[in-house]
């Protein structure tokens, strides 16, 4: 899952990018709300954590502009403390959730999971595919109740799969949600990837579309 967040307070919005990223989320980080303004049009998210404050263009326009361009990553907002004010201003411009200052990371993170379950429309926090369980609060895999080791990307590609069962997701698609701005996107370690998930969660997990993606389906006898 890949996320964006838009803080100009640069130890907070460091701080924020470690804990997500240990928490085995891609992110990019933007330090003003021009520069988010212009990711969060152009790059593909799964969520966005939107400071209301900030430089050259402040959070409020950036979400009314967002969602003007019909853009409906979910978006939790960053608010003053006891500022009522902006958490009205920022759920009547179209966020889905917000934190107030200052908050606990566990909190946040929780709150960003639930809001991605929801937008993919997965209510629980386990994702379940036949005997495959992958807990997004954990991030423990299991297949039969074993436990299976995962690398993190690896977990980033199944994660994102499951929380898209039986879609067809193309290979573009997985590479712009489970890497940063950053990343090669001539590379073809999504299909490394593909292959060595198969080899730990067996042959069927994740079927291959010719030319189209992949697709991790429940099944049949499930």
Known sequence: MRLLIV??????????????????????????????????????????????????????????????????????????????????????????????????????????????RRASGNASAELIAGDIRLDTRSGKVTKAGEPVKLTAQEYKLLSYLLHHKGKVVSRTELIEHIYDQDFDRDSNTIEVFVTRIRKKLGPDVITTIRGLGYSLEEPADA
Do not use: H
Request: net charge negative; no cysteine.
């Open 7 to 116: 803080e100009d307070e640069p130890n907070l919005g460091q701080q924020l990018r470690n804990a997500l990223e240990g928490a085995g989320y891609a992110v990019d980080l933007a330090t003003d709300g021009e520069e988010g303004l212009y990711l969060g049009s152009n790059e593909q998210y799964d969520a966005i954590i939107l400071d209301l404050g900030l430089p050259e263009i402040d959070g409020l326009t950036v979400l009314d502009r967002w969602r003007k361009e019909g853009k409906t990553t979910p978006v939790l907002v960053l608010t003053a403390r006891d500022s009522w004010s902006d958490k009205v201003a920022g759920l009547d411009a179209g966020a889905d959730d917000y934190v107030a200052k200052p908050f606990q990371t566990e909190e946040l993170i929780a709150r960003l999971r639930a809001l991605i």
